[in-house]
């Protein structure tokens, strides 16, 4: 649901695989994040849909201290659009609709209606304006919502282009998607999930919207500051198939086994869904890997973030889904990667971040800049946290290493403070700026 720094690398294109998959040396990663408590998340690896390597990492519940298991389920955002895609797809081969349906059909009040279709929707080429993206989103998404309330704010907030003239991300594509299954097939969308997916594949620890219910195994999400805070709960009503299914690692790779296994859509559905245009296939992303490739998605939606990749040559699918981190969960999935396919690969070594007494952050507070560099850095102090914004992004909370320095691994940022001269030292991926504070 939300913006992700998340992103899969392409690296070189030797590629060596072994069989041999060093359990132990995933096991000795994932305890280093676990000592350092950079992340806590779940893992699985699912070989020819059986499961080679299962574990969770830190709490479900931080303020009862409930430990994750395996089959704590967590919110997976985004990926519930290759949910949604698949179960339009389903619809599709029933003869309830087509790929050329046009979204006039179903609500006609809506911007372009006469020109989207279907296919746009589900890739992204509809033009209609993410209504996450809206400057009051967060003020409101924590409070159910209507239908009608949802259909005005995507209705008032219109088009960013043309139907078909590119691709761009769109959380309102596959909220409308939702009702217009709902609409065709005249059941509820957790019925249909039900129907297609859930109930054939056994999904037991995937299910649709409800509040977070740590009775049922499922954790809450939180973000990092002096520990670890809970952070903010999107009401349900409000994602839909866009971003509303709760599952597990293993469910998920049950799911994308089962998809690319041919379990699920007829294989004619299943390679429009892989086709890309403009980044984008029908619910599913594209992912390098050395001379490989997978297909998934990512998600994300108020402290989760989650990723599934699908390996067809090996029949490998991967997912991770977390509740809280300081740290890429892109790096710690390829990292996974690395280490099930063999490749030269090193443990890191992660810093333990110290706790900075508050007013000793106040000295750092700040705008910096420098004619050299395109971006302002807001620095200013929130719950006792150290936090930056550069311009026209969202802030960040800062870790201390030290007393004058601080990081932001997901984006592999350094922060330097030297408060007696007004300046800081910006460092990201080894390239290194002085700003002075203003």
């Known amino acids: 649901m939300k913006k992700s720094l998340l992103f899969f690398l392409l690296f070189s ?11 132990q040396k995933l096991d000795s990663l994932l305890d280093r994040i676990d000592a350092a408590k950079k992340a806590m998340f779940s893992l699985a690896i699912h070989q020819d849909g059986k499961p080679i390597y299962t574990r969770a990492v830190g709490f479900a519940d931080v303020e009862s201290e409930e430990k994750a298991n395996p089959k704590t389920m967590y919110r997976i955002g985004s990926i519930s659009k290759t949910f949604t895609s698949t179960i339009i797809l389903k619809l599709i081969e029933e003869g309830k609709l087509s790929l050329d349906t046009k979204l006039s059909t179903f609500y006609p009040e809506l911007p372009n209606a006469e020109e989207i279709t279907i296919k746009y929707l589900l890739n992204h080429h ?15 998404m924590q409070t159910a919502k209507s239908k009608e309330e ?3 704010i995507i209705k008032v907030n219109g088009t ?18 939702t009702w217009i299954a709902e609409d065709v097939s005249k059941k509820s969308f957790s019925s249909l999930l039900q129907q297609y997916i859930v109930t054939p594949l056994q999904l037991n620890r995937t299910r649709y919207q409800g509040k ?11 973000k990092r500051g002096r520990s670890w805070i809970k952070d903010t709960e999107t009401d349900m009503s409000i994602p839909l198939g866009a971003g509303a299914i709760v599952s597990t690692p293993s469910d998920l790779n049950k799911f994308f086994t089962a998809l690319f296994e041919g379990k699920i859509l007829t294989p004619s559905s299943l390679e429009k869904m892989k086709t890309i245009e403009d980044r984008y296939g029908l619910g599913l992303f594209q992912f390098p890997f050395y001379d490989k490739t997978s297909f998934g998605h990512t998600g994300g ?9 699908f390996f067809e040559e090996e029949n490998l699918a991967i ?9 890429s969960m892109n790096d710690i999935l390829l990292s996974a990667l690395k280490i099930y396919f063999n490749k030269d690969y090193t443990l890191p070594t992660y810093k333990k971040s110290i706790e900075v007494d508050p007013s000793t952050l106040k000295k750092y507070v700040g705008i910096y800049g420098s004619d050299n560099f395109p971006l302002d850095i807001k620095i200013f102090v929130e719950d006792e946290v150290l936090k930056a914004q550069a311009t026209g992004q969202a802030s960040f909370p800062l870790e201390a290493i030290d007393e004058n320095s601080f990081i932001y691994d997901p984006v ?7 408060p007696a001269e007004n300046k800081m030292i910006f460092t990201q991926r080894g390239q290194s700026i002085e700003l002075n504070r203003k």
């Open 13 to 23: 294109p030797v590629f060596l695989w072994s069989q041999s998959f060093n359990t």
């Open 126 to 140: 509809s033009g209609l304006f993410n209504f996450t993206n809206e400057e009051n989103y967060t003020s409101w």
């Open 150 to 152: 949802l259909l005005k």
């Open 160 to 177: 960013v282009f043309e139907p078909n003239e590119k691709g761009e991300y769109s959380n309102t594509n596959y909220v409308v998607l």
């Open 212 to 222: 977070i219910n740590p009775e049922n195994n499922e954790a809450y999400s939180y």
């Open 301 to 309: 939606i108020d402290g989760f973030s989650s990723m599934s990749a």
């Open 319 to 327: 997912s991770i889904t977390a509740n809280g981190s300081t740290i």
């Open 412 to 418: 592999a940022v350094k922060m330097v403070f030297i």
